[in-house]
């Protein structure tokens, strides 16, 4: 006798593994997201919700086809955007538009920008870019300086000398008004006194110094000071700004494992310095020299360090009092962790390691987190491999992002590399586009106007290994809501906008698909409208199959709320 039963497993995220018949669950473009009550109070406790759509609102330079290398929102509400070699403060004008201006140049190379701010009653916005300089846009003043980073202080990887060459720094985090610098090419960072830069002005005090001793007055008591500019350089050829007062270079090496720092990053009120197989946390505390000054150290105890660090830098992002990083260690790497200080978590499966890994050097890997609507989602991407990772820590479920090839008509990774959240909406950065864009919840294809594909395969459905025949499935979804407007004929509607859903069935654990099935999804205003699909599912031949997997497919641009997923089977009599 034919029976209805639900779907088991397709309202969920993301699993897929080498072995297909073992997992073939994939959720593309959609996330789970469950209902927020003490108690299940319906009948759908969790669902499948797509993704928002995207739409391009500035656009930059493209002359030497380099698009977003970072994104950053200042405290005064401002962002900061380098696409190629340009970077840009955005603010809006008086009707509430965008409007970017140029405030600085770097070179013209696909890096990474990392920006970070002073604070201060002259804060400054910072950045890097693996050069050799800081920069420093000063918002109240509106002007851009630029710094010498200090020299290095030990022998680097090729084992040039001490104090020859500059630092050359990946990564720039702020807290206190001390900022803080590392070495792309060793286990050293630098950093600064409190509001050294940021300051009310660019001159500090530095004690005034004969052969390496303290000067005093006439009276034997009083120290004697210079003032000097920040940018001006000491005798030692380093800038004042990286100098205490005794003009000698602040820096912290690892003491955990000295290995090169690859990232560092600012999250409550901790620094976490990832070194490519170690991490340390440093709690920065003020103390007094002998003359009564406050400066910063910063400490950091067994319990903050890790045999886990970050492989590539570039995947380390924080988002609401969480680290997020692709881990390695001395014992394994293609990991994915995050951390709120304390104990590294995994968050990655069994499948998607084995996933990085089968995917050889994935050196390009990048990473970034955003929150939406009560979401926080941490983004891995793979462009080699042409994969986009989501995590929704929300609901620790993993899910799937991509943007359409229209050309190729192929699903390739993600475009955004960078988000920010500014203006009461979410901002994306591509390196491989020249827009700012915008993430539009009444939108539904990407910023190119491309369809974004909304995909979900099921997990392998067997009853008790018996062989059964799939005679229907049905999906409850947000019929007759869509907002596309009719198609049109020389201006006159000619139908009303009916979206459409595809079904493939596999009977082998998902490891070839039957001919696809397609349904409606409801005309607007149709709100009981069944999607149902019926019919020339496989079969296996003469014999009756013993699993299924289905893959439902839904590329029109309209939102996906999938609520159930429900199937009609009839037993077999033999098993």
């Known amino acids: 006798m034919p029976s209805v039963i639900s779907v088991p497993g397709f309202i969920g995220g993301s699993n897929k593994s080498d072995v297909m018949m073992d997992s073939p669950e994939e959720l593309l473009n959609m996330f789970v997201e469950k209902k927020e009550v003490a108690e299940n109070r319906g009948y759908t406790p969790k669902v499948l919700r797509s993704v928002e759509g995207e739409r391009a609102v500035l656009e930059f330079p493209w002359e030497n086809r380099i698009g977003c290398r970072g994104l950053f929102t200042a405290s005064d509400g401002s962002m900061f955007a380098v696409f190629d070699s340009s970077v840009f403060r955005i603010t809006r004008d008086d009707s509430g538009a965008l409007v970017s201006v140029k405030v600085g140049e770097l070179a013209s190379r696909p890096t990474q920008v990392v920006f970070a701010e002073t604070g201060g009653p002259r804060s400054n916005v910072v950045w890097v870019d693996g050069s050799a300089f800081l920069f420093a846009y000063c918002l109240k003043e509106e002007t851009l300086k630029q710094f010498r980073t200090p020299l290095r202080t030990y022998r680097s990887a090729d084992s040039t000398a001490i104090g020859e060459v500059y630092s050359t720094p990946t990564h720039v985090v702020c807290i206190s008004g001390v900022i803080c610098i590392n070495d792309s090419e060793n286990d050293t960072w630098y950093y600064t006194d409190p509001y050294v830069l940021g300051g009310t002005t660019d001159t500090r005090q530095v004690y005034r110094l004969t052969n390496g001793q303290v000067q005093y007055g006439p009276d034997g008591v009083t120290v004697l000071t210079d003032t000097v500019a920040i940018d001006a350089e000491a005798d030692n050829g380093v800038a004042y700004l990286w100098l205490d007062r005794y003009s ?33 946390v440093y709690t ?103 994969r986009t990772f989501c995590y929704d820590l929300t609901t620790q479920e993993w899910f799937n992002r991509s943007t359409r090839d229209p050309v190729k008509g192929t699903n390739r990774y993600w475009a955004p590399s960078f988000a920010v959240a500014a203006y009461g909406n979410i901002y994306l950065g591509c390196y491989s586009a020249q827009f700012l864009i915008q993430v539009d919840a009444d939108k539904f294809t990407d910023f190119r106007d491309n369809p974004i594909i909304k995909q979900r395969t099921s997990p392998v459905f067997v009853k008790d290994f018996s062989p059964f025949r799939l005679d229907a499935f049905w999906i409850e979804w947000n019929t007759g809501t869509t907002t596309q407007q009719n198609p049109t004929v020389n201006g006159v509607p000619v139908s009303a906008y009916n979206p459409v859903a595809m079904l493939e069935c596999s009977n082998d654990g998902g490891n070839t698909w039957g001919m696809e099935q397609w349904a409606h999804g409801g005309r607007i205003g149709q709100y009981f409208w069944r999607t149902e699909f019926r019919g020339v599912f496989p079969c296996g031949g003469y014999d009756l199959p013993r699993m299924y997997v289905l893959r439902l497919t839904i590329s029109d641009p309209v939102k996906v709320v999938i609520t159930a997923a429900k199937m009609q089977i009839t037993a077999s009599r033999s098993a």
């Not at 910063?298 to 995947?315: H, Y």
């Not at 009092?321 to 692709?326: A, H, Q, S």
């Not at 499948?351 to 990085?356: G, K, M, S, T, V």
Request: proline share 3%.
């Open 248 to 280: 000698l270079p602040k820096f912290q090496t690892a003491e955990y494992v000295a290995d090169k720092i690859t990232a560092m990053t600012f999250c409550n009120d901790r620094i976490f310095c990832f070194g490519e197989k170690s991490l340390q």
């Open 284 to 386: 920065p505390t003020m103390t007094e020299d002998a003359y009564g000054n406050s400066y910063s150290v910063f400490g950091s105890t067994g319990n903050n360090t890790r045999d886990n660090g970050a492989e590539i830098g570039a995947t380390v992002a924080t988002l609401g009092g969480k680290v997020f990083w692709l881990g390695s260690s001395t014992v394994g790497d293609h990991s994915v962790w995050v951390s709120d200080g304390g104990a590294p978590m995994r968050i990655s499966s069994n499948n998607i390691e084995r996933e990085l890994r089968g995917m050889g050097n994935i050196g390009d890997a990048y990473g970034f987190a955003y929150a939406y609507n009560g979401h926080q989602f941490y983004v891995l991407t793979v462009p080699s491999a042409d």
